[in-house]
């Protein structure tokens, strides 16, 4: 009878067990959707729709082209700090080698860090996520890219067509960190990189290290003999050497993740940008172009291997027609022109775009109007407007002096401008923006099934805000006076400069002003009103 009973407690408390398991079998696929919904939560456009776990596992540390996002993806990894009260590090931004497979000039920038906005944690370790454009493009979201930092760096030096041309024609990219510490108890680093990518200290970190950062990993910096207007090894890379030696690191190897990231990429699969520019000259030299440089006809996105017809038409000019037009790929006109078109229908060419070549020029090429041209009208009136509207003249040749009368019209005399001012100032928001910060719990039941719980949150990240705020103003200006330089041509083929001079409005440029004697022709004024 005891044996009986003894069997019958046992039978029902297992009975009782498997109801519990039965009623409670829902919360356990809960938990099983709650994780996959936090892994989407995670998977991001710019890594291919997937986690930074999961592009880790697949690319590691090395950093890989996204034709997507048109941007240079990687992930890091990073041991994941117990707690605030331990000393960790940060990287605030990135330096970048630009180096062509031709062996010309190298260049070393500095770059925004451009991290995605979320890390993931798995097992003590955390993958933070970067993304950093190549090149501008039109549909690019990020600013800040590769070519838009050194063009920056460089304003007077490089082009944006070279260093489009240039990466069409082959190059390497390597990243290398540029670091800075959190030190215990706080999560500000000593030093921040600002919007325009200068690094500071941080007014938010303890004072002792503040401003600490470093460009190496062992003290010796991996740009050798790169042109750059950047520090390439700080006196703290000097003295702990580098960041490696920067504290006494669990795991000093840690930071062969952060230097010498070579960059892995298609050429062919990355936009670039391209401009078609042209240019008018009279067909015996002179430059007829507005502000006496090319102009630029349109900036294009274009890949390596990609050609695109762009159509150019030159501009009219008063007193002159088109004669011939060409194509031009070196800068040099005439002396480099191909492809010559004469006569009307040279006023319209279609040029062909490529990547690989720096320029894309058309010239145009115009000659004045024998015995004739109409008086034209506008704001600024001349009287007489051309030589051939002077008795006397040969061919358009004048042999005497001049008088011009230059009248404003009535209408144009007075001139209101409204318009505003935009004024700068910069602050630090402790909360600028918000970091995701995910960590993630795995264990296994007692029937051998595997289960995983994520869970997020959102810290605050500081940073430098450069902002701007508009001011108003309306002015009116009427014209007094009107200031005149101007060229023209003898009839030996020199150039000869006009003034300049003053005089009123509705007044005659004199004898004296144009300061002219003998033959001259192609006569080119320019007049300013003075207010």
């Known amino acids: 009878m005891c044996g009986n009973k003894v069997i019958k407690i046992k039978f029902s408390m297992y009975m009782i067990i498997i109801l519990l398991l039965l009623n409670f079998s829902p919360l356990f696929q809960i938990t099983q959707l709650t994780q996959v919904y936090a892994n989407d939560d995670l998977r991001l456009p710019e890594l291919g729709g997937r986690t930074p776990l999961e592009w880790y596992t697949i690319h590691g540390s090395g950093v890989v082209f996204s034709p997507e996002s048109q941007t240079l993806t990687f992930v890091n990894e990073a041991r994941a700090a117990s707690s605030i009260n331990v000393i960790r590090f940060a990287t605030i931004g990135w330096q970048v080698r630009f180096e062509p497979l031709d062996g010309s000039t190298k260049y070393l920038t500095w770059i925004y860090p451009n991290w995605l906005g979320v890390n993931e944690r798995d097992n ?18 990020y600013k800040g890219s590769i070519i838009e930092c050194l063009l920056e760096d460089f304003p007077n030096t490089i082009t944006q067509d070279y260093l489009s041309t240039k990466f069409a024609q082959g190059v390497e990219i390597y990243f290398d960190a540029i670091i800075s510490i959190r030190e215990a108890g706080t999560m500000q680093t000593n030093a921040i990189m600002t919007d325009d990518r200068r690094v500071i200290g941080n007014d938010q970190a303890p004072p002792q290290n503040r401003g600490e950062y470093y460009l190496t990993q062992h003290g010796t910096s991996l740009a050798t003999n790169h042109m750059t207007n950047r520090e390439k090894v700080t006196q703290w890379d000097i003295d702990k050497r580098g960041a490696a ?49 090319p102009l630029i006809w349109g900036l294009y996105d274009i890949k390596p291997g990609e050609t695109i017809p762009v159509e150019v038409t030159g501009l009219t000019f008063p007193g002159y027609k088109i004669h011939h037009s060409a194509f031009n790929y070196t800068g040099q006109g005439g002396k480099d022109d191909v492809e010559i078109v004469t006569g009307d229908q040279a006023i319209t060419r279609t040029i062909n775009l490529t990547a690989d070549r720096e320029h894309h020029y058309v010239y145009f090429y115009y000659e004045p109007i024998e015995n ?21 003249n040969r061919d358009n040749w004048v042999n005497q002096d001049i008088n011009v009368k230059v009248t404003v019209e009535a209408s144009k005399e007075t001139v209101v401008m409204t318009s505003s001012e935009s ?35 959102y810290e605050c990240v500081g940073a430098w805000v450069t902002d701007s705020t508009s001011c108003s103003y309306r002015q009116t200006w009427k014209a007094t006076e009107l200031y005149v330089t101007g060229e023209g041509k003898t009839a030996q083929g020199s150039t000869v400069s006009l003034g300049p001079f003053t005089i009123p409005n509705g007044g005659t440029i004199a004898n004296k002003g144009i300061g002219i004697r003998g033959k001259v022709m192609n006569i080119l004024l320019h007049i300013y009103f003075k207010f």
């Open 124 to 141: 003590g370790r955390i993958y933070t996520p970067f993304a950093v454009p190549i090149s501008p493009s039109t549909n690019q979201k």
């Open 245 to 293: 030696g920067a504290r006494q690191w669990l795991d000093p190897g840690m930071f062969k993740d952060y230097f010498g990231k070579k960059c892995i990429f298609k050429k062919e699969d990355v936009i670039v940008q391209k401009t078609v520019q042209y240019t008018h000259w009279t067909t015996t030299g002179e430059r007829l172009d507005p502000g006496g440089k």
């Open 372 to 392: 004739g041209g109409s008086q034209p009208t506008g704001s600024i009136t001349f009287d007489p407007y051309q030589s051939a509207d002077i008795l006397g």
């Open 423 to 457: 004024r700068s100032y910069k602050y630090y928001d402790p909360c600028y923006t918000k970091r995701r910060e995910c960590d993630r719990d795995c264990w296994t039941d007692e029937n051998g099934n595997r289960h995983c719980d994520t869970d997020c949150w």
